[in-house]
């Protein structure tokens, strides 16, 4: 059973991990080398060697270079007691540990490297991850967990280094819906059915249904969220006549209680994010298709086997998203679930995935970030961030970020992984830690 409420709390040791410690016998043990060393050390004597008595040898004495500043007991604290390290199942997340991400660089320069942290989530088949900060530097994390895909929500008050305890979300019927700080304590959970909290999501008493429109039926919403006061804007895909999806922008007045006609936007046939540059202009990142098959982006040779070929475009509107600017194509394939993250000094973030990713002349799979310096227009895309790599396959999936108090960004994101956990004191298989996060700098200073 899931707790009630939300506990933040560290790491530590199960139940019964240091019982050991209280066996007779260890006591005994213990006890009699405690006095031992007393008496030597009283006496000032040793224990003599026979073998350099006679032969006038010395007795070697081992060397220590003493480099290991991290002491046995603090590190027993926050580190699996199981013999396969296996983690004990009261644990939400694992030890941060460092992780390497890379920034390419144009030719000739050869890529840099920086030392961030990274852990992971230690729930049941966790996937589709979105997250919110408060006013208060308070995160807030809903992700989904079991292959029925229940929603838990989990907190922290200290820029992620430590979570809560999973608490049971009561708005189990927005399926995937995307969490947007609306001032204070105040969220919002954003989907087909919205649901609206106002002490930071430990309850979430009120909700409003999103009611269909000329356009269509309300079909999926993905992406960033706008709020700029009471002003709500949201990038969502309705099915309209003969099955064919449009995106538009939903806008609400009153802080998502009442939602105005939507505006069709040109070129957005898919999941989209949001956000206000520092010049004004709104700026949407699309995950776009570019299969010759459809009316929209006519374009040759890009096959479309499945949805893992989208791409990313960008655009922006200089008029409140009334027109927007053409497309700006950042990827033609393999590369979607962008989101958009304004940064202090100015500048743009957008993180992403690729599942069909390109480094080096090779394939992989991974999670990126790019920075755009001119307010949307462009992206420097040769001085990319590569923020995780793994291994192909189908679950990298949903990266979203924020920005914490020192400047440094939190991405969390979705990917393919099977793990090990304590049930019951006893090592299984079980399908978990596919949810992960990574602290980084998006400070190109560091090249």
């Not at 949307?376 to 990298?396: A, H, S, Y």
Request: net charge negative.
């Amino acid at each position: 059973m899931l707790p009630n409420h939300p506990e933040i709390r560290s790491p530590e040791l199960a139940p019964g991990a240091t019982l050991l410690l209280k066996t007779p016998l260890l006591i005994a043990t213990l006890l009699t080398a405690t006095l031992l060393t007393a008496t030597l050390l009283i006496t000032n004597c040793a224990i003599p060697d026979l073998r350099a008595a006679e032969t006038n040898e010395k007795i070697p004495v081992w060397k220590t270079t003493n480099w290991q500043t991290l002491h046995p007991t603090d590190v027993a604290k926050t580190w699996p007691a199981d013999k396969s390290a296996a983690f004990p199942d009261t644990w939400v997340i694992t030890p941060w540990q460092p992780v390497v991400v890379r920034q390419n660089h144009p030719a000739p320069q050869k890529p840099s490297y920086q030392e961030a942290d990274g852990t992971t989530l230690m729930l049941f088949w966790p996937k589709y991850p979105r997250l919110a900060q408060l006013a208060s530097g308070r995160l807030v994390l809903r992700v989904a967990t079991g292959p029925e895909e229940r929603f838990v929500l989990m907190f922290s008050d200290d820029d992620g280094q430590t979570w809560s305890q999973p608490l049971n979300d009561p708005a189990p019927l927005t399926k995937r819906g995307q969490l947007a700080p609306l001032g204070g304590n105040e969220l919002m959970c954003y989907g087909p059915t919205i649901y609206f909290s106002q002490d930071g999501g430990q309850t979430w008493p009120e909700s409003v249904e999103v009611p269909a429109t000329k356009y269509g039926k309300p079909w999926y919403a993905k992406g960033t969220i706008l709020v700029e006061g009471d002003e709500v804007t949201a990038i969502q895909i309705v099915i309209a006549e003969q099955n064919k999806r449009i995106s538009v922008l939903h806008r609400s007045p009153d802080r998502g209680r009442t939602w105005q006609e939507r505006v069709e936007v040109p070129f957005m046939p898919s999941e989209g994010s949001l956000a206000r540059a520092s010049d004004g202009s709104l700026v949407a990142a699309l995950r776009t298709s570019f299969c010759e098959s459809e009316d929209y982006f006519p374009t040759k040779g890009i096959p479309m086997l499945n949805d893992h070929w989208r791409g990313i475009t960008t655009q922006r509107s200089t008029d409140n998203g009334q027109t927007w600017s053409e497309p700006y194509v950042l990827a033609r394939y393999g590369h979607h679930h962008q989101e958009l993250l304004p940064l202090n000094n100015g500048s743009l973030l957008m993180t992403y995935h690729g599942r069909i990713g390109e480094l080096d002349g090779k394939t992989y799979h991974g999670i990126e970030g790019v920075l755009s310096h001119d307010h949307g227009q462009t992206w420097d895309w040769q001085n990319r961030f590569i923020i995780f790599r793994w291994l192909p396959g189908e679950g990298v999936h949903s990266p979203i970020s924020v920005q914490l108090a020192d400047g440094r960004i939190l991405t969390v994101f979705q990917h393919d992984e099977a793990g090990r956990y304590n049930r019951n004191g006893a090592a299984g298989r079980a399908n978990i830690g596919r949810v992960s996060m990574v602290i980084w700098s998006a400070d190109q200073a560091q090249r």
